[in-house]
């Protein structure tokens, strides 16, 4: 089974941008959609974006109003997600996730779980 290796989150100010990633360890993301999810405090998980292994079509979550990009480069087999002009409603853990549907945009449509990568906006 493929592991999810996150990493990029960090501290930033409202505005900044920020990338995380996921790389595929021991493993690739072949025949997998994978997308990015959040937890924020006091809230429950929330689908980001998605995209599939083939690097096709992407679903975005409409309240991200166009300040997320989710990515795949094949060559490093890693998911990144691009955060632009981040804003402290932001703040959250953000997950990689996987699923073997052939569409996923809800977060039960992901079943393997990367450890999570805290991020946090200040105004």
């Known amino acids: 089974q493929v592991q999810l290796v996150q990493s990029g989150g960090g501290l930033v100010q409202s505005g900044d941008s920020l990338r995380l990633s996921c790389a595929a360890s021991g493993g690739t993301f072949s025949g997998y959609v994978v997308g990015w999810l959040r937890q924020a405090p006091g809230e429950g998980r929330e689908f980001l974006a998605s995209?599939?292994?083939?690097?096709?079509?992407?679903f975005y979550a409409d309240f991200l109003k166009g300040r997320f990009i989710i990515s795949i480069d094949n060559t490093t087999d890693t998911v990144y997600l691009q955060m632009n002009d981040l804003k402290p409603e932001d703040t959250a853990v953000y997950y990689c996730?996987?699923?073997?549907?052939?569409?996923?945009?809800?977060?039960?449509?992901?079943?393997?779980w990367g450890q999570g990568t805290q991020v946090a906006v200040s105004s």
């Open positions: 995209i599939p292994w083939t690097g096709g079509t992407r």
């Open positions: 996730a996987t699923s073997g549907r052939r569409i996923a945009a809800t977060l039960a449509d992901f079943s393997f």
